[in-house]
């Protein structure tokens, strides 16, 4: 039986600084561009090849994997799917990143401000 947790932003923060977590950004690809964690990977769940791209990670589902979306409804059906992929320690930003940005968290970003 696995283990699925929501934590709040600054908890979760503290898995962040974590180098060794793995942790998976499932929104679009324009969504992540935008802004995302440090060290997120993005795998679009919604793009319809999100356990086959899981599977070329090649991630050890044995450790703890970081999961989040934009306000928490995506990473809701991640958790469930990772859960039957075999993964044993998922943790979910609670609110998503709408909320981790809304408190000021840091944010990486692929475009630059004009």
Request: hydrophobic share 40%.
């Amino acid at each position: 039986m696995g283990v699925y947790q929501e934590l709040p932003p600054q908890e979760y923060l503290v898995y962040v600084q974590d180098s060794i977590v793995d942790m998976i950004d499932v929104r679009t690809q324009a969504e992540y561009n935008k802004s995302h964690i440090h060290g997120a990977r993005n795998v679009n769940f919604l793009a319809g090849h999100f356990k086959k791209e899981m599977k070329t990670l090649d991630l050890d589902r044995s450790q703890t994997i970081l999961i989040y979306c934009e306000t928490q409804h995506r990473s809701l059906f991640v958790a469930k799917k990772l859960h039957l992929m075999g993964f044993q320690t998922i943790i979910d930003l609670d609110k998503g990143m709408m909320h981790w940005r809304k408190l000021g968290f840091p944010v990486d970003t692929l475009f630059k401000a004009l």
